[in-house]
C-alpha cells in the first residue's frame, strides 16, 4: 500500500486563508444547549411537550441557522 500523498502548498494555503471572523458563530449552537438555566423548568408547554423536548428541536434550527448564514458569508464569490 502506498503511502499518502503529502498535501500540496496550494491546497494549504487555501485552507489556511479560512480565517473568516464569522466562524466564530459556530460555537453559538454548540454552547447554549450546554447553559442549563435553560432547562430549570416544565413550562410552557407546547403542544403538551414540556419545555426540555421542544427546546431540543429549537437548538437543532439554531444549528442549521448558524452553519448556513457562516456559509453564505464566508463562501467565496467571483475572484474574491
Known amino acids: 500500500m502506498a503511502a499518502p500523498e503529502p498535501e ?3 491546497a494549504a494555503k487555501t485552507r489556511a486563508k479560512d480565517k473568516s471572523p464569522w466562524n466564530w458563530l459556530l460555537f453559538v449552537p454548540i454552547v ?3 447553559i442549563p438555566v435553560f432547562y430549570n423548568s416544565e413550562s410552557p408547554r407546547i403542544f403538551g ?3 426540555f423536548y421542544w427546546l431540543q428541536l429549537v437548538y437543532i434550527l439554531l444549528g442549521v ?3 448556513t448564514l457562516v456559509y453564505q458569508l464566508t463562501k467565496k464569490r467571483g475572484d474574491r
Open 8 to 10: 500540496t502548498r496550494a
Open 32 to 34: 447554549v444547549p450546554l
Open 49 to 51: 411537550f414540556p419545555r
Open 65 to 67: 441557522a448558524a452553519t
